[in-house]
């Protein structure tokens, strides 16, 4: 029954890759669409029978664990990466060094809601990347809760001043596409610590970015903007269970008292590296484009989904198109950035020596959504060159249906734009991600291994029809 069900299974991806190529045939140019089809095919076939971005990804969390920024793991990222890339037998590997800052979580934080003198329940709670520290006895006041910068406003210094504010603004849970909802939300984050520092606020506790009610606190990145150091106040993320304690506890007693207590601290910045690998072009050497995701992670967990799945997917691409003995006719980089998750700094230094060096780039594909099953890829490009992009879609239609749609590329890419290169981002199926972003939860075990390698392939057949179709008169900044 077995042998029967491989038959039938292997009978139907066949029967789906005919339909497709039948579909083709009405299109002009249909042989060269016909060759991109089984070309397409050959990729994915190498991805999910002979892929390696899974035990990639075993060693990069599993052995090595989370990357922030500037610490010993993600130095052991960087030359666990580079060695692997120089073992496919690309033309070039080398490391790009960028100075990156370093902070330091220290020891676990603790807090808890006191209802009465003597009588308090624990909650967990996490450290915001970037903050400063309590004092050493840890924090105790009175409590605000607010959903907004306009709400603390209202309430001023008079209703702020020696109290923690509780920013406790839930992503909303109707949008479909929860990167809006993340969207909507992550400003309390970010900036919520500056906002209430300036009416006299003692600490911040912010909702956890997650759309599920759970117990895990969600970390990210927060900024004083130009807040002097004396008047930083720290700031915490609560889990998502802990915040509708908190919010519940506070109706029912306005006079309760919160207390928590973290040991991070900022550093001198450190040199790291964005790691490159390149095959070069066999016709248009001088013209660059470039597959990649962040080595980074934060610290909690092991930086699985965000974004050791975008890297080693970038890898795997260069990878499958060895393997399938594709030349490509553009210069092909897989680049592992450094410092997204605090600072972007390798987007950043990766775009000033392209500049400085005076490189072409056409297109660049980023991976950081995840490593869930692909949905399709988002455009930030000129109207023709879109109009050029859509015609691929009937060549994914063996392929989950992926959708080719307008939209943005991704954080590290960003820095190329003004290039006016085509920008792509890898578009998974986010209904999971923020269950595991940023969090202890973002765990090799939650990745699923035939996901991954769907993306991979995905990710790889773009950029093979994006070298082989070329753009040219189609980038620049015009119709964007």
């Given at each position: 029954m077995k042998n029967w069900n491989i038959k039938m299974n292997m009978k139907f991806g066949k029967l789906a890759v005919a339909l497709a190529l039948l579909a083709l045939a009405w299109i002009p140019g249909a042989q060269a669409q016909q060759d991109d089809a089984e070309m397409i095919r050959r990729i994915y076939d190498l991805a999910l029978t002979e892929g390696k971005a899974y035990d990639w990804?075993?060693?990069?969390?599993n052995q090595i664990g989370g990357r922030l920024s500037g610490s010993v793991q993600a130095q052991q990222a960087v030359?666990?990466?580079?060695?692997?890339?120089?073992?496919?037998?690309l033309d070039r590997v080398w490391l790009?060094?960028?100075?990156?800052?370093?902070?330091?979580?220290?020891?676990?934080?603790?807090?808890?809601?006191?209802?009465?003198p003597g009588h308090t329940n624990n909650v967990p709670i996490c450290a915001l990347g970037g903050s400063v520290a309590t004092p050493?006895?840890?924090?105790?006041?009175?409590?605000?809760e607010v959903r907004s910068f306009e709400e603390l406003a209202d309430l001023g210094r008079e209703g702020v001043a020696g109290k923690i504010v509780f920013f406790n603004r839930p992503m909303d849970p109707t949008l479909i596409h929860t990167f809006q909802a993340y969207g909507g939300s992550v400003n309390q984050r970010h900036g919520g610590a500056a906002e209430a520092a300036r009416y006299g606020a003692v600490g911040v506790i912010v909702r956890s970015m997650n759309l599920r009610l759970d117990d895990h606190p969600h970390t990210g990145s927060m900024s004083y903007g130009d807040l002097p150091a004396d008047q930083q106040i720290p700031a915490a993320a609560i889990s998502t269970n802990g915040a509708e304690l908190l919010s519940t506890t506070l109706k029912l007693n306005p006079d309760i008292q919160f207390y928590f207590k973290q040991n991070c601290r900022q550093m001198e910045e450190v040199l790291?590296?964005?790691?490159?690998?390149?095959?070069?072009?066999?016709?248009?050497p001088e013209e660059y484009m470039v597959v990649g995701g962040h080595l980074d992670s934060w610290d909690l967990g092991?930086?699985?989904?965000?974004?050791?799945?975008?890297?080693?997917?970038s890898m795997e691409v260069l990878r499958l198109l060895v393997k399938a003995g594709y030349k490509p006719r553009h210069t092909l980089r897989a680049v592992m950035f450094m410092n997204e998750e605090n600072g972007l700094r390798g987007g950043t230094k990766y775009a000033e020596e392209a500049q400085k060096n005076r490189e072409t780039h056409v297109?660049?594909?980023?991976?950081?959504s995840g490593g869930f099953t692909p949905r399709g890829f988002t455009f930030d490009c000129t109207d023709a060159a879109f109009s050029k992009?859509?015609?691929?879609?009937?060549?994914?239609?063996?392929?989950?249906?992926?959708?080719?749609?307008r939209g943005g590329g991704g954080a590290d890419i960003g820095p190329l734009k003004p290039q006016g290169l085509i920008l792509a981002g890898m578009r998974p199926d986010s209904q999971r991600y923020f269950d595991y972003h940023h969090a202890e939860t973002d765990t090799f075990d939650a990745v699923n291994r035939r996901e991954l390698e769907l993306g991979a392939a995905a990710m790889t057949s773009l950029i093979y029809l994006a070298d082989k179709t070329g753009f040219d008169g189609l980038t620049g900044t015009q119709g964007r």
């Open positions: 990804l075993s060693h990069l969390t030359d666990y990466t580079r060695k692997e890339m120089e073992a496919l037998g790009q060094p960028v100075m990156v800052p370093k902070w330091v979580r220290g020891t676990p934080e603790f807090a808890y809601i006191e209802s009465t050493p006895a840890g924090i105790k006041a009175p409590v605000v790291s590296y964005n790691v490159i690998g390149e095959i070069k072009g066999s016709e248009h092991s930086g699985a989904h965000d974004d050791g799945a975008g890297c080693v997917q297109f660049a594909l980023e991976s950081d992009i859509s015609q691929w879609e009937p060549l994914f239609m063996p392929y989950l249906d992926l959708q080719l749609s």
